[in-house]
């Protein structure tokens, strides 16, 4: 017997869902490979990391978050002198840091000590700006902040603010050190843009996006020719940039990006999952002034976030080349097409990448009729198997998956809470994680295990229940042809073995009408004795063999003559 389940089309089909979800992940994670950092030899027109570098040196050398004066003034400086060495020729706009009349200001000087409050109330936030003409007014401004963050401990109730002990390599070194770099590439092609650039190098964006809010305040005129901010930022220190945040009906600017950037690494997902976040960025703030806007950051090696380890030592190359290569390539599109599109548009786009170098993008309306029609295919299976499903097995498997998902997850959260108020984790969930990676590898060890131990057992009763199925279909097959056989042997008594068409159970049951009360098959022990068919020879167990009694009587376990069937098995018959 042979069981189709192990066939050659069988086994087809049954690796076909494998198969497609291994190269489902392959696609995946080729997205997520990063480029190899270019050396400082590369060709002068092209993004260097290892160039890059000497900026987040410079810059990330010391915390300098706006708390500590003397750091924070020399890394001024460092940013000054960065542009200052290109032969431009940057703009301080010096502006008060807690302008109490603005409701961030006020809520981060409130948190201040008094002694804070007394030092602080009278600094500027100090934004950097570096104006690059083109032949046209159309502008593109590049945008990140050289603070470094603050630090937070618990007071009581209340949460009491400190000057930190970040370098800011990662956040927002980066960004200044990508802006400097693609700015000294474009210059280094000798030709004047066809369209303006504007660097903004903010401050005090560690203590509620102060210097952009100063900005829009104080210098909003300055930006009225800007079609396009590109900001960018580190919630992490490796892996990919990712482009996480768009403006709001961002068919054109979507479009644009993914166009002119090589290797992007991005889904309309995440803006859908970011605007509902609690994170801010600069962007929080140019976003209601109307800018088409871009936002992107790494995320990897968060746990160097905002903390001492946020240092040029933990800095990851191939990231700082990932953001340079889409930075540089975006801009130098903007900066030397003189026909650059209008950004701005009536819809939004979807859009994710297939695999490296493969993005599919559609418009927002054709993706809600690709939900509808989905919806619609979904409700008329359901309708269509409607009688044969069995929803108790279905809302069991969905109830099955659910709580150990759950479960997983919820144990995950309170071994970080515990870690945390015993202190072998950051407060805040900000700083270097010795349990991190245990936590992650046992939760997803766990949770696929507990899985696959559901999905295999429902399959296994998947397949008994089948074989069920088939051997209750089968014996009842060899029931009606054994009456009917019986039948035809009392009506015509002769050798019915030598029709072609006789089948082996209505031989059998011929065979023993007439001897009685008796087993017409013995389980394990059904064989026929032709001498020219010696695999027939062999016992045959199927799914259906079963002792199956003549209606006339006779000895159990009685076998067929010799010589009967000699060229039909029912046995062969496949399922």
């Not at 605007?275 to 088409?292: C, K, S, Y």
């Not at 999905?455 to 009917?484: C, F, M, N, Q, T």
Request: aromatic content about 6%; some cysteine; charged content about 20%.
């Amino acid at each position: 017997m042979t069981d189709r389940r192990f066939s050659a089309p069988g086994l087809t089909r049954r690796l076909l869902a494998p198969i497609a979800a291994l190269l489902g992940l392959v696609a995946g994670l080729s997205v997520l490979i990063l480029p190899s950092p270019a050396p400082t030899t590369a060709d002068p027109t092209t993004f260097s990391a290892e160039r890059a570098m000497a900026a987040i040196n410079r810059l990330a050398d010391e915390p300098h978050s706006v708390l500590r004066r003397e750091a924070h003034d020399r890394a001024r400086d460092d940013v000054v002198g960065m542009f200052s060495d290109l032969g431009y020729t940057p703009t301080v706009h010096s502006d008060p840091l807690f302008d109490l009349s603005s409701p961030r200001a006020k809520e981060t000087f409130d948190a201040l000590s008094a002694e804070q409050q007394a030092e602080f109330k009278d600094a500027p936030a100090e934004t950097i700006v570096v104006d690059v003409p083109g032949k046209s007014e159309r502008t593109m401004a590049l945008m990140a902040h050289y603070d470094s963050a603050i630090g937070a401990e618990p007071d009581g109730d209340s949460v009491r603010l400190t000057a930190g002990d970040s370098h800011g390599a990662g956040d927002d070194g980066y960004g200044v050190a990508v802006i400097v770099e693609t700015l000294r590439a474009l210059k280094a092609e000798g030709r004047q843009p066809e369209n303006s650039l504007k660097i903004v190098i903010t401050d005090a964006e560690e203590v509620g996006l102060l210097g952009a809010t100063n900005e829009m305040r104080h210098h909003r005129a300055d930006y009225e020719n800007v079609d396009l901010v590109l900001n960018l930022e580190a919630r992490g220190t490796s892996g990919p940039a990712l482009m996480f945040e768009t403006s709001a009906n961002n068919s054109a600017v979507a479009g644009y990006f993914l166009s002119h950037v090589k290797q992007p690494v991005t889904s309309s997902l995440f803006p859908s999952l970011y605007a509902r976040m609690p994170n801010l960025t600069d962007m929080t703030v140019l976003i209601p002034e109307g800018f088409t806007v871009l936002n992107i950051a790494a995320i990897g090696n968060a746990e160097h976030y905002h903390h001492a380890t946020d240092a040029p030592r933990y800095v990851d190359h191939s990231t700082v080349q990932h953001y340079g290569d889409q930075v540089l390539g975006l801009t130098r599109t903007w900066a030397f097409d003189g026909q650059a599109p209008t950004l701005t548009a009536d819809g939004d786009l979807h859009f994710f990448q297939l695999w490296r170098g493969l993005t599919v993008r559609y418009p927002a309306a054709v993706g809600t009729g690709l939900g509808c029609l989905a919806v619609i295919a979904a409700l008329g299976a359901v309708a269509v198997r409607a009688r044969s499903l069995r929803w108790k097995r279905v809302l069991g498997s969905v109830w099955g998956l659910t709580w150990r998902a759950v479960s997983v997850s919820a144990a995950a959260g309170l071994l970080q809470r515990g870690a945390m108020a015993m202190g072998w984790a950051p407060i805040y969930g900000v700083g270097p994680n010795p349990l991190l990676v245990w936590m992650f590898a046992g939760g997803a060890l766990i949770g696929a295990g507990l899985t696959a131990h559901f999905v295999v057992r429902r399959w296994k009763e998947g397949i008994g229940a089948g074989d069920s199925r088939r051997g209750a279909a089968l014996a009842g097959s060899r029931l009606r042809a054994a009456h009917g056989a019986g039948t035809r042997h009392r009506l015509c008594p002769g050798p019915h073995h030598a029709r072609p068409g006789a089948d082996r159970a209505g031989a059998e049951a011929g065979a023993a009408s007439g001897r009685g009360s008796g087993g017409l098959y013995q389980r394990g022990d059904l064989r026929t004795h032709d001498p020219a068919h010696p695999r027939d020879a062999q016992p045959q167990r199927g799914v259906g063999d079963r002792v199956l009694r003549d209606r006339a009587g006779g000895a159990a376990g009685t076998r067929a003559p010799a010589g009967w069937f000699p060229d039909h098995r029912v046995d062969q018959q496949q399922f």
